[in-house]
């Protein structure tokens, strides 16, 4: 069964360095999403991503957060500058369509921010 | 964005069916109601999604209110794999807005 994947599993970093989490998303799939799962807290939806563009984004996704789909298969979030409140789970989704469609997520990037 | 109630959590025994409530009285007449699950250390998983009537799948059954006020997701038989937070998300186009969710604990 097709499934997201995402790289690394675990990413620790230094305060103030530029990480990029890594998805692939399903092949045939057209929308791109990232979420965030702060330790003990709710998953919190950052940006969607249509057609080589953001379609939607969160009041957390500011001017630090990218995404990018640099190729027909991958979908990259960047951090530019990291913070010790960007520590998280980023959880990378994926759909055919938006809407009521089914997302499929991957098993997240673990984010240390030290 | 629609608001939702869940219990915060609830126990079942193994092979036992689960009945996990939604309250969603603010949702609107067209948007779905979707199911997503959470177990321990991964990324949320699809369950099930449904409108207006009630809604079967291999992992469950989903039940809808008349009014759509509220909804039950059915887990027919409990697993020790279905130990996981449940979310009962209606549609916010472009994205999934999770609440807290229903922890279920099952014991063998």
């Known amino acids: 069964e097709p499934e997201v994947t995402q790289t690394p599993s675990h990413q620790v970093t230094q305060m103030g360095q530029e990480v990029i989490l890594r998805c692939v998303p399903i092949?045939?799939?057209?929308?791109f999403y990232w979420y965030r799962q702060i330790l003990g807290q709710k998953v919190e939806f950052l940006v969607s991503?249509?057609?080589?563009?953001?379609?939607?984004k969160s009041e957390i996704f500011d001017d630090q957060f990218s995404v990018e789909r640099p190729d027909g298969s991958n979908f990259t979030l960047k951090i530019r500058s990291t913070k010790l409140e960007d520590s998280a789970m980023y959880f990378c989704?994926?759909?055919?369509?938006?809407?009521?469609?089914?997302?499929?997520f991957g098993p997240g990037t673990r984010l240390t921010v030290l | 964005d629609a608001k939702t109630t869940q219990p915060n959590s609830m126990e079942s025994n193994e092979e036992e069916p689960v009945h996990l409530p939604c309250n969603h009285s603010t949702i609107s007449g067209t948007d779905y109601i979707h199911w997503y699950r959470q177990l321990p250390s991964q990324g949320p998983e699809y369950v099930i999604h449904g409108l207006t009537s009630n809604v079967n799948n291999r992992m469950a059954s989903l039940a809808i209110a008349e009014d759509r006020k509220s909804s039950t997701l059915i887990l027919h038989r409990a697993t020790l794999r279905d130990a996981a937070v449940y979310y009962c998300i209606p549609d916010s186009f472009q994205k999934l807005v999770f609440g807290t969710g229903t922890r279920l604990l099952v014991s063998p």
């Open positions: 092949s045939n799939h057209l929308y």
């Open positions: 991503f249509y057609n080589n563009e953001i379609s939607e």
């Open positions: 989704a994926s759909s055919t369509v938006a809407g009521t469609d089914t997302q499929y």
